[in-house]
């Protein structure tokens, strides 16, 4: 079939499924000329690559069949303008650029760090043989850890390849004796072929990579007298490793590419207060973006209607020993408007993300369907 008559079909198919949707909505002939326009620009550069959708799915699919769960006009009306007007995608490309965004920060990290132990200027890290000899050093001892499957770490290996080994890039946090070992004897081949031979073969600084944060806690928190979280778990996983692997007061650098406004504000604070407990490692976090608080959806907002709805039409059964109850604005209540190319966090609101079960007095269906990292099953 020509690609002409390809994208014929391709078309007419959406602009019936856009024409059912009209008639949910009670669109006229010009509401739908321009709703039709504007809504298939979002779908194609964004929406139908949502990788939560089933084979053969698309968006259009999804929003006909959300929109249908909810009884009355005005209703449907508030939901749609919740998504045309609220709602924000984060795409692969997106996702990537924030990505590409961590090793300009390392860069910069490093230059102050050599900046000051050298007691010089900036701009003079640029210009002095022993300044740029110390940044190559500290770049090699420098270890990237992802925290999770979301975080991305081989697109980070493949835009900074040639400027990192693949043997300080590791996949995971749960690092094995084995794998600590082959980690440092190739650090020691590394610095020793760079003439560095007198040099301890230890890491100096290890990038903590995170995809996204909501809330923040599941980084770290302090829960009923004791710490948790990923940070925890690695502290407590290497502290031992300190003068043999690590070099004493190892950085610990965590990064997330994305992270909202209380997630931020929450991890600094509890880190601080977590680096005065356990000072065997030095700590800093960044972000590649942080989005603004003003996106957030609570009871002050604006749209009284949005609200009301995220209320009356919830299900408690969605919710489960992790996310705690009453969760219309998501975990943590941190309302967010929030779709992320690869899953959808349930710090979003539960009327982008939540299935209700079978039986279920009010039937809640997902506009993107969440895949959940947690169960409650276990």
């Known amino acids: 079939m020509p ?15 856009f024409t059912l949707i009209g008639q949910q909505l009670q669109w006229s002939d010009s509401d739908f000329e321009k709703e039709f326009r504007e809504l ?17 799915t698309r968006f259009h699919v999804a929003l006909l069949n959300w929109l249908s769960q909810f ?11 919740f998504v045309k007007d609220r709602l924000i995608f984060i795409s692969q490309r997106e996702m990537h650029h924030l990505v590409s965004m961590l090793m300009p920060i390392v860069e910069r990290l490093e230059r102050k760090r050599i900046a000051a132990e050298l007691r010089i200027p900036l701009f003079q890290t640029e210009l002095q043989p022993a300044a740029t000899s110390r940044i190559e050093l500290l770049r090699r001892r420098t270890l990237f850890v992802g925290l999770s499957d979301g975080a991305r770490i081989d697109v980070f290996r493949r835009y ?34 760079r003439g560095f031979s007198d040099e301890n073969p230890w890491f100096e600084v290890v990038c903590l990579v995170d995809d996204f944060s909501g809330s923040g806690s599941s980084l770290l928190r302090y829960k009923n007298g004791e710490w948790k979280g990923k940070i925890y778990k690695f502290y407590e996983a290497n502290k031992s490793r300190i003068k043999d692997k690590l070099a004493p007061n190892c950085l610990l650098h965590i990064h997330h590419h ?45 749209c009284v209607d949005l609200v009301e709805l995220l209320k009356s039409w ?26 992320l190319e690869h899953n959808t966090p349930n710090n979003s609101v539960a009327l982008l993300w ?25």
């Open 354 to 378: 939540a299935t209700s079960k079978d039986g279920a007095n009010l039937q809640m269906k997902p506009l993107f369907a969440r895949r959940k990292r947690h169960s409650s099953n276990g």
């Open 258 to 302: 994305l992270a909202t406004e209380q997630a931020k504000c929450q991890i600094e604070e509890d880190l601080e207060r977590f680096s005065k407990e356990f000072q065997e490692f030095e700590y800093m976090v960044t972000f590649s973006f942080v989005l603004p608080g003003d996106i957030v959806i609570n009871d002050n907002d604006h």
């Open 314 to 339: 919830y299900d408690a059964g969605i919710a489960d020993d992790h996310t705690g109850p009453d969760i219309w604005y998501g975990y943590k209540n941190c309302g967010l408007p929030l779709v």
């Open 71 to 81: 009884p009355t006009l005005p209703q449907r009306q508030t939901a749609y303008n």
């Open 3 to 17: 690609e002409s008559e390809k994208y014929a079909q391709a078309f007419m198919k959406n602009e019936l499924a």
């Open 40 to 56: 298939q620009l979002m779908v194609d550069h964004k929406y139908d690559s949502y990788q939560g959708f089933q084979p053969a």
């Open 160 to 193: 900074n390849e040639g400027r990192i080994s693949n043997e300080q890039v590791v996949a995971f946090s749960e690092i094995s004796d084995n794998k600590w070992v082959d980690l440092q004897q190739e650090l020691k081949k590394s610095i020793a072929r």
